[in-house]
């Protein structure tokens, strides 16, 4: 079995090139490690779409297309956000860190600063952990460093797929969100 699993191509690759229209991409890499719940990487999907993001790294036992539970959850947006399965989440850190891109968990780790008080680089990868567990030790000692959503809460927790929505827009917010359709040229 291959280390990763290229995603299909995009929808608009059928089209004759003078009506492709591929939506604007923002340098946002978003890796998944070890997520439990296909209905929560489903709803990244959608999510993903939403703002644009680059591509989605699918690590470990997170579920990857086809799934009938991510399809639930995600309402076909796979085939819109450019996605990659790996097996080892090591061959995807190593991947990002060949193109330069740094690597941010999120993660509620010691000395972690605030997401607000983070300046985001561009292009950037934040990493997601599983549900019970975060980020799996061995991924967080290779990121490049982490940062925390504060939360005033008993559990100082919050589901993983509404975490990366909250990370994504405050990372969209501070680079400038485009005003027009998003649309961008091929």
């Known amino acids: 079995m291959s280390e990763q699993t290229p995603q299909r191509e995009p929808w608009y690759a059928a089209l004759p090139q003078e009506e492709r229209v591929p939506?604007?991409?923002h340098p946002i890499h978003v890796m998944l490690d070890n997520l439990r719940s296909a209905f929560n990487v489903g709803s990244i999907f959608r999510t993903a779409d939403a703002g644009g993001v680059?591509?989605?790294h699918l690590c470990g036992m997170t579920a990857h297309p086809p799934h009938k539970k991510l399809e639930k959850t995600a309402l076909g947006a796979f085939d819109y956000v450019p996605w990659t399965y790996y097996e080892r989440n090591r061959v995807c850190i190593d991947a990002l860190k060949e193109q330069g891109i740094p690597v941010i968990a999120v993660e509620t780790v010691e000395g972690a600063p605030?997401?607000?008080?983070?300046?985001?680089?561009?292009?950037v990868a934040i990493v997601l952990g599983n549900e019970?567990?975060?980020?799996?030790?061995?991924v967080l000692a290779r990121c490049d460093g982490a940062v925390q959503i504060p939360m005033a809460g008993y559990k100082r927790s919050i589901n993983v797929a509404?975490?990366?929505g909250i990370v994504l827009y405050h990372i969209l917010a501070q680079w400038g969100m485009p005003d027009d359709s998003g649309h961008a040229q091929l």
Not at 114 to 123: A, Y
Not at 132 to 138: A, L, P, Q, T, V
């Open 114 to 123: 605030s997401l607000f008080d983070m300046t985001w680089s561009r292009p």
């Open 132 to 138: 019970e567990n975060g980020i799996n030790s061995r």
């Open 162 to 164: 509404t975490a990366f």
């Open 54 to 56: 680059a591509h989605l």
């Open 23 to 25: 939506l604007l991409r």
